[in-house]
């Protein structure tokens, strides 16, 4: 695993404490211009080589990030007694994930859905971006039940890897992949993240490689293939969540990746209905059992391995910069959601587990601040007609809603959760509903 240069400091106040550890703990030097008021630091650095070969493990943003005091999970199914944080284990990481979800109350939509999407693709103009610039990772979700974890539940992401071919070492078991770059290339691993009760160490129950029917290799996809993503309930002993995946541009059907942990057995869907009563308990938003998140706050891997973090105004943070960032790549597109038995969602909502907009009021003193260049900004979902789906990133050309831009997401910690009161980050009901079936 590559050493973590990861920020920590939460506030506007230290940015340049921020871009000075970073640069000690990278080995790497990093002239900083002092910026006026409300205006982010700005910097720049020189790598000296793009690394073609990474290793990383992102988990679940958990509802105590790490190093932060949690009060006690006493009382909770499932929790102990002690008051611990809930923190990854070493190794991984998280960040930033804004989340879309279809809504349904109705029974068994938590445990069968079938998404249709469209891949992004890099872009192609003279100021455009691989996709891998704006994050190392998006994943469609799913929470499953395991009594080793905490509160009962685990969390299952089928994660795709942007800009990346899985290499031999693949998929490990701890919840590393391991990715050599490969530009408008998609692969896929699926970890499950469990919480210890005890230790409040989040951890892979679970990971896999999505590979093509009748073969063990990495199932290979392109930007801008149509793909469906099928989660159900499994047959197998114990049901299991099972997930499918078909390439409907290249014909590619996987084998399916069967939900079963060698350490806490078969991990079935843990709720009913997707809806926003049935969140993860040890997480920090109130969204559905089955959603679509990108993990953002990550520069690109392979010209930065060693930068594991960044946050808004940071010189090569794009994934907080939708002019400069989201803006130069053909977004992903997601075309239906479908639940089984010809169910639609009533509604969509969308969340982010570090408040969005307010996360770059936080770093950058306001948003989109002057002499930014734009890297005080926050990406968003709209609905377009012209693409025929709901994009993510930002101010695309031909949208026909942009639902408040980077202001839908809720900026304060107002739910309750089993951790505490106004813990999570509520959601956010797209309204009018985007119209997808």
């Known amino acids: ?50 690394a073609k070969s990474v290793t990383r493990c992102f988990g679940r943003y958990p509802g105590d990030s790490p190093g932060e ?4 999970h006493a009382g909770a199914a499932g929790a102990s007694a002690a008051t611990v944080p809930i923190r990854y284990a070493p190794g991984c990481l998280g960040h930033d994930e804004p989340e879309i979800a279809p809504i349904s109350s109705a029974a068994n939509t938590g445990q069968d859905l079938t998404w249709t999407i469209v891949l992004p693709s890099d872009g192609t103009g003279p100021d455009a971006r691989p996709v891998i610039d704006l994050g190392p990772v998006f994943w469609f979700g799913a929470s499953v039940h395991d009594s080793n974890s905490l509160f009962g539940q685990a969390f299952a992401e089928l994660q795709f890897y942007p800009d990346s071919v899985l290499n031999a070492h693949g998929c490990a078991s701890n919840g590393n992949f391991d990715i050599d770059l490969t530009p408008n290339k998609f692969t896929v ?20 490689m ?11 996809m392109n930007s801008g293939d149509t ?36 350490k806490d057995g078969p991990l079935a869907p843990a709720a009913g209905s997707n809806s926003t009563s049935n969140f993860v ?49 053909t977004p992903l597109v997601i075309r239906s959601a479908k639940f089984a038995n010809g169910v639609t969602p009533s509604s969509w909502a969308v969340a982010d587990g570090q408040g969005g907009a307010a996360e770059v009021n936080e770093w950058c003193g306001l948003y989109d601040a002057v002499g930014s260049g734009g890297s005080c900004t926050f990406p968003w979902y709209s609905y377009s007609a012209a693409a025929g789906g709901i994009e993510y990133g930002g101010a695309y050309a031909n949208v026909t ?13 107002r739910c309750r959760s089993p951790i505490g009161p106004d813990t999570n980050y509520c959601s956010t009901t797209l309204t009018p509903k985007p119209p997808i079936p």
Not at 210 to 220: A, F, N
Not at 230 to 253: A, E, I, R, W, Y
């Open 189 to 208: 691993c699926s970890p499950v993240w469990a919480v210890h009760p005890n230790s409040g160490i989040e951890y892979a129950t679970f990971n896999a």
């Open 401 to 413: 809603n942009d639902y408040g831009a980077q202001n839908q997401f809720p900026q304060t910690e």
């Open 227 to 262: 793909v469906t993503i099928h989660f159900f309930k499994g047959t197998q002993s114990g049901t299991p969540l099972n997930v499918s995946v078909t390439d409907v541009t290249t014909g590619q059907h996987s084998n399916p990746i069967v939900l079963s942990s060698p």
């Open 1 to 50: 695993m590559a050493m973590h240069c990861a920020p920590r400091a939460r506030s506007r106040h230290a940015v340049f404490a921020l871009v000075a550890a970073f640069a000690i703990a990278c080995g790497v030097s990093i002239p900083v211009v002092a910026a006026a008021a409300n205006t982010p630091t700005a910097a720049r650095v020189t790598v000296a080589r793009r």
């Open 281 to 329: 308990k040890w997480g920090n938003v109130d969204q559905p059992p089955l959603s679509f998140s990108w993990e953002i706050g990550h520069a690109n891997v392979y010209v930065y391995p060693q930068s594991v973090e960044c946050v808004p105004g940071m010189f090569n943070c794009y994934s907080y910069n939708v002019t400069q960032g989201w803006a130069q790549i």
């Open 69 to 72: 005091s949690s009060p006690s």
């Open 210 to 220: 999505l590979t093509p029917s009748g073969s063990g290799s990495p199932l290979v």
